[in-house]
T-cell receptor, first 113, second 114 residues
């Protein structure tokens, strides 16, 4: 079975500060890892993904994430937070041959002006 | 318009009533999914479908029924609604499901069961 753990259900950062959203996964096979973002009253949209190859992946809106196998982590970062980044962020895991995604419980990001 | 649409967006019903949430996608994606979103639980998979006439249970299927007679539609029915089914329901579609992880979500249906 696969699972993801997102540390912290809420995170507040100041505008212009570093954003770091943590995600750890559990998988017995090489994982595929994803970050999704959900803006208020909207559905989720894919931010970035890692399947194979380069372990540092870049996504939309200046976000990036690094797959670290030794730490079983896939943390999401952005160097400088913007007000428009306020949203809920979900980490998800899958693998080759798996039809389904398993999502974490989400982290709500608040940006302080 | 192209995309994935859910209806109704908001629904209030009473315990014991049958409710159907509709989902329609225009991309001809093979996979479709129903998730529920609850505080503290994130998104939990209710049912999914790999193609027309093929459906399978997810993590929390009890109390729900799905069908997929056409590729583009994937309705979710609560046969006898309970208060614990008060939630926001999201439909999603994708070409290859978890194998690419690229799912496209509807805007959600907020259901309140009194």
């Amino acid at each position: 079975a696969q699972s993801v753990t997102q540390l912290g259900s809420h995170l507040s950062v100041s505008e212009g500060a570093l954003v770091l959203l943590r995600c750890n996964y559990s998988s017995s096979v090489p994982p595929y890892l994803f970050w999704y973002v959900q803006y208020p009253n909207q559905g989720l949209q894919l931010l970035l993904k890692y399947t194979t190859g380069a372990t540092l992946v870049k996504g939309i809106n200046g976000f990036e994430a690094e797959f670290k196998k030794s730490e079983t982590s896939f943390h999401l970062t952005k160097p400088s937070a913007h007000m428009s980044d306020a949203a809920e962020y979900f980490c998800a895991v899958s693998n080759f041959g798996n039809e389904k995604l398993t999502f974490g419980t989400g982290t709500r990001l608040t940006i302080i002006p | 318009d192209a995309g994935i649409t859910q209806s109704p967006r908001y629904k209030i019903t009473e315990t014991g009533r049958q409710v159907t949430l509709m989902c329609h996608q225009t991309w001809s994606h093979s996979y479709m999914f129903w998730y529920r979103q609850d505080l503290g639980h994130g998104l939990r998979l209710i049912y999914y479908s790999a193609a027309a006439d093929i459906t399978d249970k997810g993590e929390v299927p009890d109390g729900y029924v799905v069908s997929r007679s056409k590729t583009e539609n994937f309705p979710l029915t609560l046969e006898s609604a309970t208060r614990s089914q008060t939630s926001v329901y999201f439909c999603a579609s994708g070409l290859a499901g978890g194998q690419t992880g690229e799912l496209f979500f509807g805007e959600g249906s907020r259901l309140t069961v009194l």
